[in-house]
C-alpha cells in the first residue's frame, strides 16, 4: 500500500498555521477563549509498507484532550491516545514463511499531540471541519510468543516516533455546550532512529463527545 509522506503531512500542516492568521473577520458573535473537553475512540487500521501492515490486525484507539476557542474558526487542542493491535498469527506466518504454527503477540502506541482545528460555522446545528496536529509517538510491543513454546519467541523493541495527522470531521451540536463529532483522519510517524521497521502509519475513523462545560 502507498505510505503518505510524513514531510507531506507536516508541510500541510504548517500551511494550516499560516492560513490562521485572518480568522478573526467573522462570526464574532461565537465565545472565544471558551474551554471543550473531547472525549472519543475509533476502529484503528493499520496502513503503511512496513511490516506493521502486515503483521497486526485492526485495533482500536481511545482518546482524551483539552481545547480553548481561539477564534469563531480557529480552535487548538491537546490530546493523548492509547492505540492498541493484536498480532495476525496468519500474517505472521506469510511474513516468515518458516513459521508455520500459530503465535501471539500485540501492540501498543501511545502519544501526545498538539493540534488545531478549522470549523465551518453554519446557521445550522452541523458544522464541517478541518484537523491537523503533530506530536510523539511512543511504541510499545509485546514479545512475540509461540503457542506451542510461550517461553519462546521472538522479542521486540520499544521505538518513540514524531508523528503528524490530517482529518476532516463532521460536528452536531446537541446542547450549545456539547456537540457530537465524527472524524475521518490519517497519521504519519517517522522514527528518530530512522529505521523503516519502527514506522507506524494508520487510518482512524473517531467517534466522539465535545463538552464545553467553562
Known sequence: MTRVPFSLLSSLLIALLLGSAPAYG??????????????????????????????YEVGYTVSGGVGVTLTPEWELS???SYSHFDLSSA?????????????????SVYSGTINLKHLFR??????????????VFHRN?????????PRLGAPR???????AHVGAGLAVRLLDAMSLFLEPRYTATASFQDT????????????????APF
Not at 91 to 107: D, E, K, M, N, W
Not at 126 to 135: K, L, M, N, R, V
Not at 198 to 211: F, K, N, Q
Open 26 to 55: 467573522q462570526l464574532q458573535d461565537v465565545e472565544t477563549n471558551r474551554f471543550q473537553v473531547y472525549v472519543g475512540g475509533s476502529p484503528t487500521y493499520p496502513y503503511s509498507t512496513s511490516e506493521f501492515s502486515d503483521l
Open 196 to 211: 523503516d521497521e519502527s514506522t507506524l502509519d494508520y487510518a482512524e475513523v473517531r467517534v466522539g463527545l465535545i463538552v
Open 122 to 135: 453554519t446557521e445550522g446545528r452541523w458544522i464541517p471541519y478541518f484537523s491537523a496536529g503533530f506530536g
Open 157 to 163: 523493541t520499544d521505538a518513540t516516533l514524531g508523528g
Open 91 to 107: 500474517g505472521y506466518r506469510a511474513t516468515f514463511p518458516a513459521v508455520t504454527f500459530s503465535v501471539s503477540g500485540a501492540l
Open 78 to 80: 491537546f490530546h493523548g
Open 141 to 149: 510491543e509485546d514479545d512475540v510468543s509461540f503457542d506451542f513454546a
